[in-house]
């Protein structure tokens, strides 16, 4: 699950046929990774839809006190609770980041459209 309760589903999905475009295309991992310029670590994150983290947050119901969030990170072998406030605010400001530079839905599913189309016809 993400950090909004939605599946992870559909970010492994994106990141499978992003592969598959990327494949089709005859686009090297290698040749990817210099026009994205970044690691081949992050292409394969992308690919596989991994390297995320869930930014977990209690409701306040019948408490005394109010829990307070905690960030869960999956990795191949294990995963990590993260919950010292100076982790918890770096992660915050991270996902408040991310969530000011994300396309909403409906412009995310034209600009994937755009980038098949390019790829499926050069």
Do not use: N
């Amino acid at each position: 699950m993400t950090e909004d309760g939605a599946s992870t589903v559909p970010r492994r999905q994106l990141g499978r046929m992003l592969r598959e475009l990327r494949l089709a295309a005859g686009v090297t991992l290698d040749a990817a990774v210099v026009a994205l310029q970044c690691s081949r670590q992050k292409v394969w994150r992308i690919e596989t839809g991994g390297g995320s983290f869930t930014l977990l947050e209690f409701p306040f119901v019948r408490r005394a006190v109010p829990e307070l969030p905690v960030v869960h990170q999956e990795s191949l072998t294990g995963a990590l609770y993260l919950d010292r406030p100076a982790e918890l605010a770096a992660y915050e400001r991270v996902w408040a980041s991310l969530d000011s530079l994300a396309l909403r839905p409906e412009e995310s599913r034209r600009f994937i459209g755009k980038i098949a189309e390019r790829l499926h016809h050069g």
